[in-house]
């Protein structure tokens, strides 16, 4: 599975932010239009890279606030430039392998949106192996459709 960071800017009426985008399954290999990505953003354009107040980004326990949002389609895994329907343009700052450490998710077909839930809606679990975001990390829900983006072991 695969993971990537994008920043989003440009979009008339938002912030700019950072979307997480998380593979939950592979795609399929006609279409492209499975939402297989289960997709976070930040609340505004400070990178989601977990640090300590020193701003070291391997320090475990640290965390950052991410909104969880519509899951998007596997283009998005590789895709950079103008978003269609005038929402701005995404560039990729991090990508890589992303290996699942708590399963299994459930995709509650017919939901809109975001539909890949973890079950009980507990807290989410894996590693991920990009330039930027490198070491085993968690989402813990905290209500309303937030989320701490934490950083569990550091990797040396």
Not at 68 to 92: K, M, N, P, Q
Request: with cysteine.
């Amino acid at each position: 599975m695969l993971f990537v960071l994008h920043h989003h800017t440009g979009w008339k009426g938002r912030l700019d932010h950072y979307d997480l985008m998380l593979q939950m399954e592979e795609a399929p290999v006609a279409g492209g239009d499975a939402r297989v990505l289960m997709t976070f953003a930040t609340a505004g354009d400070e990178v989601p890279i977990p640090s300590s107040p020193d701003g070291r980004p391997e320090a475990a326990g640290s965390k950052v606030l991410l909104r969880r949002i519509e899951d998007h389609r596997a283009v998005y895994l590789g895709f950079e430039g103008e978003v269609s329907g005038g929402r701005g343009r995404v560039r990729i700052v991090d990508r890589g392998a992303l290996s699942w450490r708590s399963a299994p998710f459930v995709n509650r077909v017919g939901d809109a949106g975001a539909a890949w839930r973890a079950p009980g809606g507990g807290q989410i679990s894996f590693r991920l192996d990009g330039r930027l975001l490198r070491g085993e990390f968690r989402l813990v829900p905290i209500g309303g459709g937030l989320y701490e983006f934490e950083r569990c072991h550091e990797d040396g």
